[in-house]
């Protein structure tokens, strides 16, 4: 397991260390999938390919999150 900190800007961003972009792949304009529980985010990085499935995703559980509110 790798481990480091990371802290977060003004703006709400961070830098992921080199050490975890060379393991990952992980390089400029690379796209990374956001995920949380409320108290933990995972970032999985996604091909290119994927992005556009994950967004589709991402809509529907949107979409069933505003059906279960009403």
């Known amino acids: ?3 480091d900190i990371a802290s977060v800007s003004s ?4 830098t992921i260390h ?3 972009r060379d393991l990952l ?3 400029t304009g690379s796209k990374l999938i956001v995920i949380s529980d409320g108290q933990n985010l995972l ?3 996604i091909k290119q390919a994927e ?3 994950f967004r589709k ?3 529907e559980a949107e979409k ?3 059906k279960a509110k009403t």
Do not use: E
């Open 1 to 3: 397991m790798h481990v």
């Open 11 to 14: 703006k709400g961003q961070f």
């Open 18 to 20: 080199r050490k975890f």
């Open 25 to 27: 792949g992980v390089s």
């Open 43 to 45: 970032l999985k990085p």
């Open 51 to 53: 992005v556009k499935s």
């Open 57 to 59: 995703l991402i809509d």
């Open 64 to 66: 069933l999150a505003q």
